[in-house]
């Protein structure tokens, strides 16, 4: 257990559903990542957000995908008209900032989009 | 884009050594790393190597650095068969605020 947490851990969905996710980081981290993995492939970068600010989106993060970090906390990853191709493992991690030495990965939340 | 490559998978008898390659692209990487992901299981550190560095080893694993050629290689000594796993070499992008990561290597251990 890195301290991360992320919920749910599997969610399966009808295509065109939405769906959320939750991220918790460890509580004194500052900096928040969202990747996704796909089958056979390492994790691509999402965004990141610093305190509750987003500071960095990927081309990959469609307009259905909108991730939120209120208070600076935990954050939520929103997925809208899911495709079957958004099926995937979504991971977080956090961060102090600049300590990618120091990043650690949540067990992720396994999609399947029906 | 910047890239990292791996190669796919890596079979050895457990008490061998393991050794997995990775290429990388990116002209100012300042930090490369390595991670492991067991099934059902989330990304887990194992050591990383700061780009001025040749070498850095922590216990049963020793990372080598070529920043010429952008060859990276992590050796693992004794592989058991609990360091079956896929593991990912990558590379820190922008002044630390993400990382690129490769497609993983899936390591075998036979016993």
């Known amino acids: 257990d890195t301290g991360v947490s992320q919920d749910p851990r599997h969610k399966i969905t009808k295509r065109g559903q939405n769906v959320t996710f939750r991220c918790d980081p460890i509580?004194?981290?500052?900096?928040l990542y969202w990747y996704r993995q796909t089958l056979g492939q390492g994790p691509e970068f999402l965004t990141y957000?610093?305190?509750?600010?987003?500071?960095?989106k990927s081309r990959l993060l469609s307009d259905r995908f909108s991730a939120e970090r209120p208070k600076g906390s935990f954050s939520t990853l929103e997925i809208q008209r899911t495709e079957q191709g958004d099926s995937a493992m979504y991971l977080c991690?956090?961060?102090?900032?600049?300590?990618?030495?120091?990043?650690?990965f949540g067990p992720g939340t396994r999609l399947t989009v029906t | 884009g910047e890239d990292v490559e791996q190669s796919l998978f890596l079979s050895v008898r457990e008490g061998d050594s393991s050794v997995i390659n990775c290429t990388y692209t990116?002209?100012?990487?300042?930090?490369l790393y390595w991670y492991k992901q067991e099934p059902g299981a989330g990304l887990q550190l194992l050591t990383y190597?700061?780009?001025?560095?040749d070498m850095k080893q922590d216990q049963r694993l020793t990372v080598l650095l070529n920043k010429k050629d952008k060859h990276l290689s992590l050796r693992i000594a004794d592989t058991q068969t609990g360091d079956s796993a896929i593991y990912f070499c990558?590379?820190?992008?922008?002044?630390?605020?993400?990382?690129?990561f490769g497609a993983g290597t899936i390591l075998r251990v036979k016993s």
């Open positions: 990558a590379d820190e992008m922008e002044y630390g605020n993400k990382l690129v």
């Open positions: 990116d002209s100012s990487s300042t930090y």
């Open positions: 509580s004194e981290h500052n900096r």
């Open positions: 957000f610093q305190n509750e600010a987003q500071l960095e």
């Open positions: 991690a956090s961060s102090l900032e600049g300590g990618l030495r120091e990043q650690y």
């Open positions: 190597i700061f780009s001025n560095m």
